[in-house]
């Protein structure tokens, strides 16, 4: 489940760092853990400079962690792990746990193409996450997430409007915006993807938020990967993945009375997946997408047409919102703003410089010292994508 499959180790997936599976065992655990977007203590070294959460990515693998047991530590430092792997895995949110749990958990979680599964399995597990202003301000990954209830019952809440979710129905919930879920967390699993994938506007997203969705066709796919999550490691993962996201959208427009024919268009959504798990790749260019989808160089220019953008501002934008991510997390203020911008295919720093002034309204230097103010006005997040 989303807020509580973050335990450590962690280990680098196509997302970044992952926690994937983690048992816990505490005992009275009694906290209010307030979210950071900290890197963890218990990384890799060699993965300390890594961005600590971040969207999912189209790519070709899944990758899972080792199972690790944490029943050996004091309470406080139980409590700092679950606290720091709750940042790298989803985004920074609050959690509390009543002291009457015995908080015992086998957490798992797997990346599959454009999307992330997190899951938990144990005895019940009764506690409140919650996704506040605040915590927005410090880490927006720009992600979106279904909360589905296998078992138990919880209630996500957002945007003014609450969701009793009983088994079998799920909720749909924009991080970007404050949220809450209460009740029996080890019941829930959380699938994640980039908002960009997502063909809705934003006023779709808000009109979704709080609501319970009741789809056996969702329920059913989600509920077999879940109970067969090895089973998906591999070339394979990206084609379960992708399939997991066509029915999570097609239900989402279902609620909203669109047609199929509303839904992305086939090559274009899977030319944005592409782009999307490339962006680090300096070499990338239109020839090389039409390429590897079989079409021509025209023919790729004309479907982004309905986009009213081109292939190559798309690809600009992508990498930009990455930057501006890198930028604002401080796990990575010891990475220097030239070499985000190089891990993101900006070679030429000048080059960066200007086009980040020109999405963002100031240098990545000054986004950068404004992040780590508490002023909203300070922080924007540039043109809709």
Known sequence: MAVMGAFMPTIKSTYGPIACAARVENDDLDAV???????SAGMPPADRNQPTHGPPRACDNSGVAALTRVHDERREARVERVRQGICETIAPFDLRIGKDQDCRAEIHSVDLGMIRIVCAKGERIDGEVVRTSRLIRRSDPDLCKIDLQLHGRTVVGQDDRQAALPAGAFSFVDLSRPCELVGDLNGVVAVMFPRALLPLRYQDTRQLAGEAFDSALVTTLIGQVVGRLQDYIGPSGGRVGSAVF?????ALSTRLDRPATMLPDTQL???KTYIEDRLADRDLSAGQIAAAHHMSLRYLYRIFETEQTSVGSWIRARRLDRCRRDL?????????????????????ATHFGRAFKTQYGMTPSEFRRAS????????????PI
């Open 33 to 39: 853990v307030h979210g950071s977007a900290h890197g």
């Open 269 to 271: 959504w899977r030319v």
């Open 372 to 383: 780590c103010t508490d002023s909203r006005d300070r922080m924007p997040t540039g043109p």
């Open 246 to 250: 066509d029915l999570i959208t097609a």
């Open 328 to 348: 604002a997390d401080p796990a990575l203020l010891g990475r220097s703003v030239s070499a985000i911008g190089a891990r993101w295919g900006f070679v030429d």
